[in-house]
């Protein structure tokens, strides 16, 4: 079994960055898809960013703004964020290990992203 555990989320305000950590334990994720995701009470979850093989994609909200970066040493996915909006206020999940188009096996927790104005 894989458990995801996402850090880094906080207040921060518009124009701000920050870098979430999505820690992965339980096995070796090194040639995994991995994806980030938000998600704001009462909404939809939305797709943030992936890494799927060679290939990153992004949101068009967070093109040039967000990276996702992997250590796989580490077992470790990254979502760095700069600047920040408040639209981006929402939990942030990682996810890993993409078995349909739309579907991943494992899911983090999350962790809370505040975007001040």
């Known amino acids: 079994q894989v458990q995801l555990v996402e850090s880094g989320g906080g207040l921060v305000q518009a124009g701000g960055s920050l870098r979430l950590t999505c820690a992965a334990s339980g096995r070796t994720l090194s040639g995994a898809s991995m994806a980030w995701f938000r998600q704001v009470p009462g909404k939809e979850r939305e797709f943030v960013a992936s890494?799927?093989?060679?290939?990153?994609e992004y949101a068009d909200s967070v093109k040039g703004r967000f990276t996702i970066s992997r250590d796989n040493a580490k077992n470790t996915v990254y979502l760095q964020m700069n600047n920040l909006r408040p639209e981006g206020t929402a939990t942030y999940s990682c996810?890993?290990?993409?078995?349909?188009?739309?579907?991943?096996?494992?899911w983090g927790q999350g962790t809370q992203v505040t975007v001040s104005s």
């Open positions: 890494w799927t093989g060679a290939k990153t």
């Open positions: 996810a890993a290990v993409k078995t349909l188009p739309a579907a991943w096996k494992y």
